[in-house]
């Protein structure tokens, strides 16, 4: 791609009043290296290249924790600052950038590394249900220190495995971004929800009847396809208990997640032939109106990569989707994992 | 991609109620071929097998119209149905799909496709002005039928150039979608606008201020990269008079926008070397209130794939551009066409 100079600016956030969202703009971004030769082609690194291996740590931005806290050669997960974040946190949120009757803040915020495992051949999936665990609950743990930020609204937990998925990096890693903003995707999510409580009186996911639809199921958790699934084989993980925020989830809960998340991914990857997708963490905003409680409820979504986007779904925000929920949830239930 | 078993359903579109969207269910488009080897090595097949070339219309789905409209073997645009359409024109649209306490219709629609010139290695940008005119001219004439049934609500004209942009053929074509219902980012942008309009009593694209993000002008269009530009080097090609339609367009503005569009094609594909991209009519609504015309004003985008995109988009509805609009602009302005 063509090099803009962009001299040491700042990242900034735009709002597109037309479409009334906001982007984004972040030229550290375009200075990350890429470990996937072509994007295609997703050929792990050599491990001797890769800051996110065990003995590769000074290669990588500043760590903010690592688990356990007291390791020292033997840590299983480090959480890192990212080294070409979208964010920075270094700006002053209260000192908006102001263009001519247009709308912009400055970039601030934090985006962050979760290196999942030491080894770099190690999948999430590969894990086992308390490792996965382990992994949920670190997540946890920077989300409530991020919450102690007044300016940052929401955290976007995300995690891109494979090159079409988004990867620049294949050693298993999740990252976060705290945003001062709510995005829009957020927003419209409790304004659905919402919209749901004060028709039926009730929380829409707690409320879900999967029947047809449902995969799995475990002691705090159900995973099923969502009724609209946006993506072939798209798999959400509710917990049945109500609850606004993951941050809220306990070391039992996590390890019950970590179990049903290893299945589905386990399974994902056998009936699709190890897909690129995207796993995501539904939550709420940090100072949500407490209003809103009795209908918000995270949950977690994995979206594989089966085909592309195109035209279409970037103009209008429907997406075409040619496998019934149904029938991807038949073919996932009925996966063996040996 | 593992196949579902899906026997002969038909299309249905499902109503995401968390996120209050709409999603596309058509078993149909796991079925249509591909003359991408892989998505990353964009090689043109062999036109001996492309149905979209001359003399292979009889491997097409059928014609709606041709231009010119009475040629026979030296037809320049043909307009044809999509062999394995997204949508449906067989459903009965007011026979709605129920499931219970879900919210899904009938998949109606129309699905078409424009191929842009007979010859399979033409581009869109190697067409002369007039030529990418008659091109839009030809979707003015479907939208224009699509008009006239009183089912569908919008239309979706859009282009996938390149593999990773979506495109499964590679022949120059465009697409039209036309649904029953207004999709989601559609209205948002309705709504947005119409913020703009009851705050400033003008419309926000009349009023817009291009200043260091103008790239071109022409006699009715100016071409600019938008303030809070989604994609790195997006383009909007914007008309000069107030339309919320556009298919309003009459014939010399046409060719007048045919020039300005395949100058920002040639800019792009130098500046970018070539990258995939989607163009985009961005119009309003058939039956649309009277009360929004004053602040709806369609307009053309051009967005490069430059960059992939993550979970973190996907999560939030948030781009992340690493290119500031000004130096975009400033690069694109700067770009001279020999
Ligand atoms: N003989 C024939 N007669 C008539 N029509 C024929 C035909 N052979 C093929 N077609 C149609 O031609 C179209 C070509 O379209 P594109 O190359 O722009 O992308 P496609 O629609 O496949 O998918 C891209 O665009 C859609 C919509 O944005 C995304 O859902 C998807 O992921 C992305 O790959 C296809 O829709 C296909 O059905
Ligand atoms: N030594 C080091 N120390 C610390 N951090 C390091 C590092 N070396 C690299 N990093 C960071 O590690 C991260 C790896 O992330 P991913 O592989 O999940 O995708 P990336 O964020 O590059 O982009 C994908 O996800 C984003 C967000 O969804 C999309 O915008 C984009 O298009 C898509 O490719 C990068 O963000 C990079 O900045």
Redesign the pocket.
């Known amino acids: 791609m063509a090099e803009a100079e962009t001299p040491n600016r700042s990242p900034e956030i735009r709002k597109d009043k037309i479409h009334n969202r906001w982007v984004l703009f972040s030229p550290a971004r375009s200075r990350r290296p890429s470990d996937f030769k072509a994007k295609s082609n997703p050929q792990p690194n050599n491990q001797t290249e890769c800051p996110f291996c065990a003995g590769h740590e000074h290669e990588c931005a500043p760590e903010i924790f690592r688990v356990p806290a007291d390791s020292i050669n033997d840590w299983k997960i480090r959480v890192i600052q990212n080294l070409y974040p979208a964010v920075s946190r270094e700006l002053d949120f209260q000192n908006p950038v102001s263009l001519v009757g247009d709308v912009a803040v400055s970039g601030f915020g934090f985006h962050d590394v979760v290196i999942e495992s030491p080894v770099h051949s190690v999948n999430l999936s590969d894990l086992s249900p308390a490792q996965v665990g382990e992994v949920l609950l670190a997540c946890k743990k920077r989300i409530e220190q991020l919450r102690s930020c007044d300016y940052i609204k929401y955290v976007q937990v995300f995690k891109n495995h494979g090159a079409s998925a988004g990867a620049s990096m294949s050693h298993s890693h999740s990252q976060m971004i705290a945003l001062p903003i709510v995005p829009p995707t957020v927003s419209a999510r409790l304004d659905s929800m919402m919209e749901y409580y004060k028709q039926t009186g009730k929380c829409s996911l707690c409320d879900i009847q999967p029947n047809e639809l449902l995969i799995a199921e475990s002691a705090h958790f159900i995973s099923l396809v969502p009724f609209a699934a946006t993506f072939a084989f798209e798999i959400w993980i509710i917990p049945r208990d109500h609850s606004s925020h993951f941050n809220e989830i306990d070391s039992e809960k996590a390890v019950d997640l970590g179990g049903l998340l290893k299945l589905m991914l386990l399974k994902m990857s056998l009936q699709l032939n190890n897909p690129p997708f995207n796993l995501l963490i539904h939550t709420s905003p940090f100072q949500d109106d407490p209003s809103n409680a009795p209908s918000t409820h995270w949950f977690l979504q994995i979206a594989p990569h089966l085909?592309?986007?195109?035209?279409?779904?970037?103009a209008t925000g429907c997406?075409?989707n040619p496998v019934f929920p149904e029938d991807a949830a038949k073919l996932l239930r009925d996966v063996r994992i040996s």
Chains 1, 2 share one sequence.
């Open positions: 085909s592309g986007v195109g035209g279409f779904e970037i997406y075409i």
